[in-house]
């Protein structure tokens, strides 16, 4: 179900190692502990299976301001656990659109806003939001989109540590990997 290096014109796409990139921050206030799951590469309920991928476009490829895509594939045992998941990260966009603090990984870091924005028309749900960071004196924009096919979950996500512009992921990009998860019933 994962694009392959060579699926998508324009992207260089390449397996990532689940444990060289999962996070460990962990959210002060637990109704907004689903959105830093997602930060850390680890979507709670727990997937059966997950795959990584980044995604860059192939024009940017090694450039410092290259935007890198990370799709988080997770396929659940049923549809319950995927619906689960993107109910939960709904629920904390709405009531942590005011921000919140975590603590770990590496140091505390404060969530300044998470807002909404336009979600895709793909699979049969989808959620995506923008959040910003303020760690180390400065601000950075993280963005996300999670699509849900039947028992199957994708999380695209991107970020900004360099310069605060907020990065996009890229609608082929959304629309080729959604397009790869199981039909609805």
């Known amino acids: 179900m994962a694009l392959g290096r060579n699926e998508l014109k324009g992207y260089a796409i390449a397996p ?8 460990t921050e962990r959210s002060d206030d637990p109704v907004c502990a689903p959105l830093v799951d997602l930060v850390n590469l680890a979507p709670q309920p727990a997937p059966a299976a997950v795959v990584l991928r980044a ?20 396929a659940y045992a049923d549809g319950d656990g995927a619906a689960s998941l993107l109910d939960r990260v709904r629920r904390a966009v709405a009531v942590c659109a005011g921000g919140f603090r975590t603590r770990g990984g590496d140091g505390p870091a404060v969530y300044t806003s998470v807002t909404a924005l336009p979600a895709p028309r793909a699979g049969q749900d989808a959620v995506a939001f923008r959040m910003m960071c303020g760690w180390g004196g400065q601000s950075s924009p993280l963005v996300f989109t999670v699509v849900r096919s039947a028992a199957a979950v ?32």
């Open 154 to 185: 994708v999380v695209f996500s991107a970020a900004n540590y360099l310069d605060g512009m907020v990065p996009t992921i890229p609608p082929a990009l959304v629309t080729a990997q959604a397009g790869k998860l199981p039909p609805a019933p």
């Open 16 to 23: 990532l190692g689940y444990e060289e990139v999962r996070g």
């Open 55 to 74: 995604a860059v476009d192939a024009s940017r490829v090694g450039r410092d301001d290259q935007t890198v895509v990370t799709v988080l594939l997770a």
